[in-house]
């Protein structure tokens, strides 16, 4: 049985990480399938660990604050019948 060589072979090099993708098995749109597949999950794990979350404050502050907590006045839409 000869080893068949990959067709498909992809690299992703993000930030520091270097991760590489070799499909060997089926023809070349399964191999396609496989290598999307893969670097998918890749992409989705770099994501996950390297996500950080923007620090958004619990309330909006502003420095016009003039004590006024009172919403904005709006007009009720007249309803026609």
């Known amino acids: 049985m ?3 060589m990959p067709a498909v ?4 090099c993000l930030g520091s990480e ?3 993708i070799e499909a060997c098995k089926g023809i ?3 191999q396609l399938v496989f290598v999307k ?3 998918m999950n890749i992409l989705k794990e770099f994501i996950t ?3 950080v979350p923007i620090d958004v ?3 909006v502050t ?3 604050d003039d004590g006024d907590d009172e919403a904005p006045t709006v007009k009720p839409k007249k309803v026609r019948t």
Do not use: V
């Not at 072979?9 to 992703?12: D, G, N, P, R, S």
């Open 2 to 4: 000869e080893m068949q």
């Open 9 to 12: 072979k992809a690299t992703l």
């Open 18 to 20: 270097t991760h590489s």
């Open 28 to 30: 070349l749109s399964e």
């Open 37 to 39: 597949g893969e670097s």
């Open 49 to 51: 660990t390297h996500n």
């Open 57 to 59: 404050p619990d309330e």
């Open 62 to 64: 502003s420095e016009d």
